[in-house]
């Protein structure tokens, strides 16, 4: 497990470079491998550790378990009107993810409006970046997706309905720092409860029910036959329900409680040509303003309010001059993968 | 205000007939005062009596002001490819929300998905009324609005800056029951904070902040210069940042801090049309499978854990044999409405 006690940091550069090749190890072609790779380092780049290369391991127990196909690429199964379905052939689902934002786009400038589902498609990394992708290019952003794996009880109940399903929501903004919101319908990401289980630690009230559906705090209660919430009640237990039925028939990925497949990402993309309603000098205009007013809403000693999304901004604009710290314990298991590939790994030696 | 120990039980059609007769004294043209009234009865069916009829007292208000034009009829301002604008002419929300929900249906199977935004619209009602309008016709319906008046905080802030801000999603399901989420962003409403002040009553934890910025469970705190919060913190908080934004922006209203008007919905429709990724009898067989997963995720002896809309649907049924019961106060206050309009009201004499 990561060893916080001997972290190396790195540019960012060099670890696209060691995830790509280790990509290239399980089989992806070199082009996938590079996309995958600045994928999974942007996540780390915006803070976001739990999304970045260390995913590697997850990913070659797919390519191990032949559910991921290393060689596969994403195509468009179909397009008709303002709707395509890209078809992700059980690849990576990054690529996936970046054919199916490109075409979101194009189709949104040319019918003002569009939806995209990605079929087949394995882990599509933070939803935040593909609603970002669409914003940078003046549009409205939504996405979201369900998980393999049923995971979250729903409010009142006690079993394992839903998975940890993400939603994410993108607008312009000033300043190219766009609106993104990208969230865990979960109160908490599973990886974190698991991780606090290691250790034999504790996680805050609310989040989880032990096996006879009791709240408990235990993190070891989860993979005791527990159950994640979902944040904000009944509400966010049922956006939660609506990503999971709409993303798993949209996508054919089916519910998690139904598919049972325990992998995959039914993933669903909209977007609005903002452009066609508001001048884009208003919306950076009223973005900047409303910025503003958030930031100022707490008192000055408390510093400002951030906007969703901001943080990632600036953790990677601090990231990408810093570099990016990295446990001993996360090199040690990239490297012991890259040493199973046969891929030279001199940078984690 | 409502005295509920003298209440009265009607059948909805006597309130949607008092209903429009009042709405006619208000200078509503009879078929506009016909669907406003249909839908303000919808709510009372459904259990939301605080969108109700009452409403009544507040639209007179806005009619008095001269913000609502009872004359008005919307229109479409301009419809191009899968994107449309409707103009609602600051005359009644319900009216620009029925023509906009026919076009989003209309335009989704037209296009496969659309995007419909409502500007100059007043109150809307329900938000879940018109995605389950959508849902019925086989569409996936998304919709979301600002509304007039910053009222809620910014997770981590203490001043008011978003409107209660509500989402709604359907999806079409099983046995003529829809999947149908519609919430405010708010934790609790407006209207139920400003009920238990004037009784003197506190409200739960976690929902209200002082003018000071401190949590409060003291009710009148919002009315002394306090602000509500969002529900789930910062994931809820974010929805309302964005939905104040997108709507705030498409529709021309401004975001609800910018804008301070007071009142409006800006209003946007999206859907997608299922039934070109899914077949409808196999989205009929997977909502029948997951409602009843999710209905069986709670202990035997808990009942049945519902799914977003179920409880809507099951008050409606039930009303709509045993009918609404209306409390006194609230026959009062629109049996004076009526006599100052020389609306003859012999049901709530």
Redesign the interface.
Known sequence: LPDDSNVIVYPANVLVSVTARVLSGLGAPSDLASLVAESLVLSNLVGHDSHGFIRLIEYSGWVKAGHLQPGARPSVAWT????T?IDGRWGWGQAAAALGARHTIDAAR??????V?LSRSHHVGRLGEWVDMIAAEGL?G?AFCNTGGAAV???????R?MGTNPFA???PGADDVN?V?D?STAMIAAGKVVLAAMSGGAIPPGALLDRA?RPTTRAADLDDGGSLLA??????S??S??I???A?????T??A??SQSGYGNGT?F?A???A???APD??AA??R??AN??H????AA?GP????GELEARTRAKRAVDGISVPAGVRREVAQLAEKLGVNLPEFA
């Open positions: 008709k009107g303002a709707t379905l040319e019918h003002g409006t569009a939806t589902v409205m939504l009880a729903p409010h009142g109940g006690t079993a309905v929501w993108s607008m609106l919101l969230f559906g944040f904000g009640q009944h509400k966010g049922g956006l329900m609506l999971d039925v709409a798993g028939l949209l996508a054919g089916l519910p409680a139904i669903v909209l609005v040509d903002v066609r309603y508001v208003s919306v009223v973005s303003q409303f007013i958030v100022e809403s707490a008192p408390t309010v951030l906007l969703p």
